[in-house]
């Protein structure tokens, strides 16, 4: 008995105050009796939590007998609300609820008025853990939806149910962020209209007071919106993913592709060529330029004079060069001594 989202609809309101009641009249009435002129499945009562499955067993045919056509059944959702009753009844008496179920399914099979009616047994399925949680949830609300209903007209009473309602239905919020199942969100929105028109309690008429329900819409994802076929998860992760994720993601891709052009490719890139000589080509240009400024006032720039012309390949005699220098290097320093003297001179007078 695979699990399966098909049938699986949440009840509104009025749908679970009509099948809660008729089901739980039904199973009363089961209760304490004879099962032998009754009942006629395989199940006995000396097995573990036997005659609990077996009074469930009468309930759910006589339940089905109740709405007498499977057309009837689906207007008012009696196969969604017996399933998640039967669900929960599994889950209460075996951590392995697939076993109970099949338990109720094959007595369903096996039963000719059933058969003969064809209500159909396949309604009866085990429910995610998910999809029974969320259900069990809205179902709780209902319950004391349902009481505030019963108890409106004794204000202690009321006030409890009706805060009841608004903080169980708040909740829902915490316990899903995100809510990913249409069916779901339109249920609660249903409850949150009905809710707001039916409790009319003046607020300071309860203390504390009634909190404000708040609204799913912003909560929900539209899954009739997607394509089909397409995944809610996958198309909610890919709307609100991480900018900042995706660009290093991004960045990361157009690295790699980089090392691999590189890998690929053992001559280096003319760009490269043309970029890498510029910064230390420029920089001796610039260091020559001032070199060849200053060979005209030092007698360093004798020497540098005297390297270029023998890097171009001229056949002056380096020696009458460096004569030369020396001779004008030693008249700079006579004049300069000269001076000198004339100064002291001019000062001692």
């Given at each position: ?21 008729i089901?739980?009249?039904i ?27 077996i ?28 399933n ?44 995610s ?8 949830e ?14 409106k ?70 899954l ?10 996958s ?36 760009s ?19 070199l ?47 001076y ?10």
């Amino acid at each position: 008995m695979l699990d399966s989202e098909e049938d699986e609809r949440y009840d509104t309101f009025e749908q679970y105050k009509s099948n809660e009641a008729i089901l739980e009249q039904i199973n009363k009435g089961v209760r304490g009796k004879n099962f032998s002129d009754i009942y006629n499945g395989s199940v006995n009562e000396d097995m573990e939590n036997g005659r609990k499955i077996i009074e469930d067993s009468i309930t759910l045919k006589r339940y089905l007998l109740h709405f007498n056509t499977t057309e009837s059944c689906n207007k008012d959702n009696c196969y969604g609300y017996l399933n998640y009753w039967l669900n929960q009844k599994a889950r209460k008496y075996s951590t392995s609820s697939n076993s109970i179920l099949t338990l109720y399914s094959t007595y369903m099979n096996n039963d000719s008025e059933l058969k003969q009616k064809n209500l159909c047994s396949s309604k009866i399925k085990h429910m995610s853990f998910d999809k029974y949680k969320k259900m069990d949830e809205i179902y709780k609300i209902y319950r004391s939806y349902k009481y505030y209903n019963l108890r409106k007209n004794h204000e202690q009473l009321s006030c409890s149910r009706a805060k009841s309602c608004a903080t169980e239905y708040n909740n829902i919020l915490s316990k899903y962020p995100k809510i990913e199942d249409i069916k779901f969100c339109k249920v609660l929105e249903d409850f949150k209209k009905d809710f707001e028109q039916n409790v009319l309690l003046p607020k300071k008429q309860c203390y504390p007071e009634i909190p404000n329900l708040v609204s799913y819409k912003d909560k929900c994802i539209n899954l009739k919106s997607l394509p089909n076929g397409e995944d809610a998860h996958s198309q909610y992760k890919t709307n609100h993913e991480d900018p900042g994720e995706k660009s290093v993601e991004l960045s990361y891709t157009q690295t790699q592709q980089i090392i691999r052009s590189t890998e690929g490719n053992n001559t280096p890139s003319s760009s490269l060529d043309s970029t890498l000589p510029i910064i230390p080509f420029g920089s001796v240009i610039g260091l020559l330029f001032i070199l060849l400024s200053l060979y005209k006032f030092t007698p360093f720039g004798k020497i540098l004079k005297l390297q270029i012309q023998r890097f171009k390949g001229l056949t002056r005699n380096s020696d009458d060069e460096l004569y030369e220098m020396q001779q004008n290097t030693s008249e700079y320093h006579d004049r300069n001594t000269e001076y000198n003297e004339y100064n002291i001179s001019y000062n001692s007078l």
